[in-house]
């Protein structure tokens, strides 16, 4: 079993930062990539960012480009995403995923999320 544990989020101001960070833990996997998404009240889970394992290659759709960065630290096996210029419609509950390089389709596991809230 593969477990992604996300952390760091909370209730903060428009204009604000924030970091969340994901930790992988259980059996050992080659991760391919590990990416961020969202889920809005009432709206589908998107994509946020994604970050490949072997080189560092970052991804992001275009409404968080310039103002989120994912990063990770592969001895920690933990992803990170730093969020800066928080806004009310960046509030969601946001979810780690890992795409295991030996497994069959993209973004195997999942976290059980959690919360960024941005007030104006």
């Known amino acids: 079993q593969v477990q992604l544990v996300e952390s760091g989020g909370r209730l903060v101001q428009a204009g604000d930062s924030l970091r969340l960070s994901c930790e992988a833990s259980g059996r050992t996997f080659s991760a391919y990539k590990m990416g961020w998404f969202r889920q809005a009240p009432g709206k589908e889970r998107e994509f946020v960012a994604a970050i490949r394992w072997s080189d560092g290659s970052t991804y992001y759709t275009d409404s968080v480009k310039g103002r989120f960065t994912i990063t990770r630290d592969n001895a920690q096996n933990t992803v990170y995403l730093q969020m800066s210029s928080l806004r009310p419609e960046d509030t969601a509950v946001y979810y780690c995923?890992?795409?295991?390089?030996?497994?069959?389709?993209?973004?195997?596991?999942w976290g059980q999320g959690t919360q960024v809230t941005v007030s104006s």
């Open positions: 995923a890992a795409d295991d390089a030996g497994v069959i389709g993209p973004w195997n596991y």
